[in-house]
């Protein structure tokens, strides 16, 4: 059974970096789908951030494109996600995910980790 | 962006009802529209994709159509473990927008 599992810190200070990481079990990161990371504010939409593939090859929100950075673990089978310049807005509750394809639907998610900005 | 509109926001049905979410698109996405449910405490589950293609392992019981803007999530034969909040997502243009979701709850 495929699972993500996302890990990460639940407090970062405003105008640091939000770092997480997804763990993939039961699947290769190097197959054909594209991994991603969508996000929930309190009481918000789900926010697309971003989806990489194994190559590096990566797929950014233009709104947040400047702030991101997403990376993959081929060793280790993770990928990752770096978020700078936090503020209050980006308190949410982020999840990592399995895409169809660069443009596809997200047919598995983590189960989420809250990340609370504020000092 | 485009915006992708909801309706109804909630709703209270029954077991064994037939149930119809709608969800609207600022512009056309073409098919790129998909459906997902998220019960409380569990991750979000994709349903539908592709406006009417079932994810593997979700039951016939769940059906998408659709075209351009306008689409619909039907759920008959409504089940306890249906009661939970769906919530619709356009793959068609960067970036991916959601809808702000439905919840099915008891009546």
């Known amino acids: 059974q495929v699972q993500l599992q996302e890990s990460g810190p639940g407090l970062v200070k405003p105008s640091e970096t939000l770092s997480l990481t997804c763990a993939i079990s039961?699947?290769?990161?190097?197959?054909?789908?594209?991994w991603g990371w969508i996000r929930q504010p309190p009481g918000k939409a789900f926010e697309w951030i971003g989806s990489i593939f194994h190559t590096g090859s990566t797929y950014y929100n233009p709104s947040l494109k400047s702030r991101i950075t997403m990376s993959v673990d081929t060793s280790n089978n993770k990928f990752s996600l770096n978020l700078n310049s936090v503020t209050a807005a980006d308190t949410a509750m982020y999840f990592c995910?399995?895409?169809?394809?660069?443009?596809?639907?997200?047919?598995?998610w983590g189960q989420g980790v809250l990340v609370i900005v504020s000092s | 962006d485009i915006q992708m509109t909801q309706s109804p926001s909630s709703l209270s049905a029954s077991v064994g009802d037939r149930v119809t979410i709608t969800c609207r698109a600022s512009?056309?996405?073409?098919?790129?529209l998909n459906w997902y449910q998220q019960r409380p405490g569990r991750a979000p589950n994709l349903l539908i994709y592709?406006?009417?293609n079932l994810q593997s392992g979700v039951p016939s019981r769940f059906s998408g159509s659709g075209s351009g803007t306008d689409f619909t999530l039907t759920i008959s034969n409504l089940q306890a473990e249906d009661f939970a909040i769906y919530f619709c997502q356009q793959t068609y243009s960067s970036p991916r927008t959601f809808g702000l979701g439905t919840k099915v709850e008891i009546k």
């Open positions: 512009q056309s996405v073409y098919r790129q």
């Open positions: 039961g699947s290769s990161i190097s197959s054909t789908y594209y």
């Open positions: 592709a406006t009417s």
């Open positions: 995910t399995r895409d169809r394809s660069e443009v596809g639907a997200s047919n598995l």
